[in-house]
């Protein structure tokens, strides 16, 4: 079974102040690893993914297979990061996403 | 290019009913897949639709359906509404599935009383 697990419902960080967000995953197999991005009155979209290895708008995630764990991070936060913040994972080769429940981030002026 | 497209945008219905919500993905998308918003349960898989077949299905009761057309198009059906029904259905789609990224549409927000 697929699981995964945001514990921070609620997260406010100052402006420039560094932004990590927890995602923690369970599978048997090798995943792949989505964050995905819910700014105010959008539409869902992929924030990155762990097989590009890309940063995108400053955030960064590495996959550790060893602490099943997927966390987003970026150095000093901007007050345009303040959205939702999914954590999503799938079998490789299978379009089914797992989602976490979430996490609000807020990122105080 | 147009986004993925879902209608309609909100919906009310009654206990027993039945009622379609409808997806038209970005084009060139094949895979469409279909999730269920609760406050809840969060975000949670029903079902992924691949070249008219559905190729994945969640943990979802039989009154939830789908198909997809031969233009990628899908559509949901849920018959005899439940009151735990009420959602926000959204509806995304990838070029090939399988790990691409996945485009979601707004959703439609279905309300059932």
């Known amino acids: 079974a697929q699981r995964v697990t945001q514990p921070e419902k609620l997260l406010s960080v100052f402006k420039g102040a560094p932004v990590e967000l927890k995602c923690n995953y369970s599978y048997s197999g090798s995943p792949e690893l989505f964050w995905y991005v819910q700014y105010s009155r959008q539409r869902l979209q992929l924030l990155l993914r762990?097989?590009s290895r890309e940063s995108i708008k400053g955030f960064t995630a590495d996959l550790n297979k060893g602490e099943t764990s997927f966390h987003l991070k970026k150095p000093f936060a901007q007050e345009e990061d303040s959205a939702m913040y999914y954590c999503a994972l799938s079998a490789i080769g299978n379009e089914k996403l797992t989602f976490g429940t979430g996490t609000r981030l807020t990122i105080i002026p | 290019k147009a986004g993925v497209t879902q209608t309609p945008r909100y919906l009310i219905k009654t206990r027993g009913q039945q009622v379609t919500l409808s997806c038209s993905p970005i084009?060139?998308?094949?895979?469409v897949s279909w999730y269920q918003q609760t406050p809840g349960q969060g975000l949670q898989f029903l079902f992924e639709y691949f070249s008219e077949t559905q190729r994945n299905k969640g943990n979802f009761p039989g009154r939830f359906s789908g198909r997809q057309f031969s233009n990628s198009r899908s559509e949901m059906n849920v018959s005899t509404l439940e009151l735990g029904d009420s959602a926000l259905y959204l509806c995304a789609s990838s070029f090939a599935g399988g790990g691409t990224e996945a485009f979601f549409g707004q959703g439609t927000r279905l309300t059932v009383v």
């Open positions: 084009s060139g998308h094949r895979s």
């Open positions: 762990h097989i």
